[in-house]
Structures are given as structure tokens and as C-alpha cells.
């Protein structure tokens, strides 16, 4: 008796622990976006609320865009980020800043994760 309870509670956790990895990736993730170009991501108007910024989706599958939603740029150490979060792996993110003169728009881009290499000098790292 005690070893069909064990059994029936591990099959209980198994399927808890599928449903919360299955909420995870439904639920989308948090992107870090670095506002380009650096003139736009310096600009004070970031600290002080000046600037408004929106982001849409595009869904990579049908090219359908969502409505634009309202964003809120932080200023970090190397210039103005934004953070999104619920982002699922076949969005494309468009974004577009007005700092009250200038409206700035980007095309509609995949998440794309930069990675830059130096060179090492012979013998390892």
C-alpha cells in the first residue's frame, strides 16, 4: 500500500513539475534591448522621463504585429536599455522613441544575442 502511495505521489510531482516547465515556456522570457545609436542612448532625456518609447511584436509565423505598448527606457552605465518581458522565441521586436523633436523607429528585428571575440596570443587564454 505505502509503495503505490509513493508512486502515485512521485507520478503527482512529475506532472506538477511538467506543467510548471511547460508555464515557464509559455509564459515567455525577460530580453535586455541596448537603445542604438549611442547618441540616442546617452541622450539626458532618458534619467528625467522625456522620452517615450513603444515596442511591438511581430509573430514570426503569420508577420501579424501587436499594438504598440508603452516602455519605459532605464539608463544604465553604457546607455539606455529597455527590458521586455514575456517574450516568446518567435517574436520579432520593433521599437519605436520620441524625445519631443525627433521620432526614431527600428526595423523589425529577431532577438539576436552579439557576442564579440578578441584575439587570444598563442598558447590559451
Known amino acids: 500500500m505505502a509503495v503505490h502511495v509513493i508512486i502515485a505521489l512521485a507520478v ?16 515567455g522570457q525577460t530580453v535586455k534591448i541596448s537603445i542604438m545609436p ?12 522625456q522620452i517615450q518609447c513603444q515596442y511591438r511584436y ?9 499594438d504598440w505598448q508603452p516602455a519605459i527606457t ?6 539606455a536599455v529597455v ?10 521586436i520593433q521599437m519605436q522613441i520620441d524625445d519631443g523633436q525627433t521620432q526614431w523607429i527600428s526595423p523589425v528585428s529577431p532577438q539576436l ?5 578578441s584575439p587570444v596570443p598563442a598558447g590559451g587564454a
Open 12 to 27: 503527482i510531482v512529475a506532472k506538477l513539475w511538467q506543467t510548471g516547465d511547460i508555464w515557464k515556456m509559455q509564459s
Open 38 to 49: 549611442e547618441a540616442l542612448a546617452q541622450h539626458p532625456g532618458h534619467a528625467s522621463g
Open 58 to 66: 511581430m509573430f514570426r509565423s503569420t508577420g501579424t504585429l501587436t
Open 74 to 79: 532605464i539608463p544604465e552605465g553604457g546607455g
Open 83 to 92: 527590458y521586455l518581458d514575456g517574450v516568446q522565441d518567435d517574436y520579432l
Open 113 to 117: 544575442i552579439i557576442i564579440e571575440f
